[in-house]
């Protein structure tokens, strides 16, 4: 493993928002461990966001709609697309080949439809419960955080699906980059949930290993638009732990 670089940070919020950082891209496998600090940034603006609007009165239930919504634009909607469109190959194409093939079509087909209906609906009913509860600001930092802790990870254990792409274009990142982004995220996350950490973090990995085995069984390896899966179903099943 190369040692961490600052520049790293820029590298991981160019990719993964629409912040607008200068970035290099001449060490993006490398800068993955950054990508938890991407998370904790569009969370952070998120849920400062959230705390603006209940100061200003609006009600909790548009609180939580207005903090899904932010974290669609800041983050470009990429790892809902990825969402889509494996929800659109994996069950659409018989084969590999043709899995591959509907993942990479810009249209989105019915099991996308329902795979971002299903998850816009649990996220916006999960958060308002927990907005309900009194708990939030620091779990949603939490969930945006170790949910991109989980990119990594599937990038260092699957292969490329295909020999072109965003996945592909940015490589590999070794075992000890994908612990540091793991660890990294824990570490945040215990400072500001505490022991909450523990359950969320074997949840976490359970669900984590389940998208990995999915991808390989269905297309062989992953690709961007599995690592953006993986990141929404894991924020969505934690959340529903949380709520």
């Given at each position: 493993m190369s040692a961490p670089?600052?520049?790293?940070?820029?590298?991981?919020?160019?990719?993964?928002?629409?912040?607008?950082?200068?970035?290099?891209?001449?060490?993006?496998?490398?800068?993955?461990?950054?990508?938890?600090?991407a998370g904790t940034v569009l969370g952070t603006c998120a849920a400062v966001l959230i705390a603006v609007c209940l100061w200003l009165g609006v009600a909790p239930?548009?609180?939580?709609?207005?903090?899904?919504?932010?974290?669609?634009?800041?983050?470009?909607?990429?790892h809902e697309d990825g969402l889509a469109d494996c929800a659109d190959g994996f069950w659409g194409g018989w084969d590999q080949t043709r899995r591959l093939e509907i993942m990479k079509d810009s249209a989105i087909g019915a099991y996308g439809?329902?795979?971002?209906?299903?998850?816009?609906?649990?996220?916006?009913?999960?958060?308002?419960?927990?907005?309900?509860?009194?708990?939030?600001?620091?779990?949603?930092?939490?969930?945006?955080?170790?949910?991109?802790?989980?990119?990594?990870a599937v990038m260092h254990a699957l292969p490329n699906a295909r020999d072109t792409g965003l996945s592909q274009s940015q490589g590999r990142p070794d075992r000890a980059t994908a612990a540091?982004?793991?660890?990294?995220?824990?570490?945040?996350?215990?400072?500001?949930?505490?022991?909450t950490t523990v359950p969320l973090l074997i949840l976490g990995t359970a669900v984590v290993a389940a998208m990995a085995m999915l991808a390989r069984a269905k297309i062989g390896g992953q690709t961007g638009d599995v690592l953006g899966a993986t990141q929404q179903i894991t924020a969505l099943v934690l959340l529903i732990a949380l709520a």
């Open positions: 670089q600052f520049k790293d940070v820029a590298t991981a919020l160019a990719l993964l928002t629409r912040f607008p950082v200068k970035a290099e891209f001449d060490r993006t496998a490398e800068a993955s461990w950054a990508y938890p600090i239930a548009l609180a939580a709609g207005i903090y899904v919504a932010a974290t669609i634009v800041l983050s470009g909607a990429m439809v329902i795979a971002l209906v299903l998850s816009l609906i649990t996220r916006w009913a999960a958060i308002w419960l927990l907005i309900e509860g009194g708990w939030w600001f620091f779990p949603l930092i939490v969930i945006e955080t170790l949910s991109r802790s989980a990119m990594p540091l982004a793991v660890a990294g995220a824990s570490v945040l996350s215990l400072l500001l949930i505490g022991l």
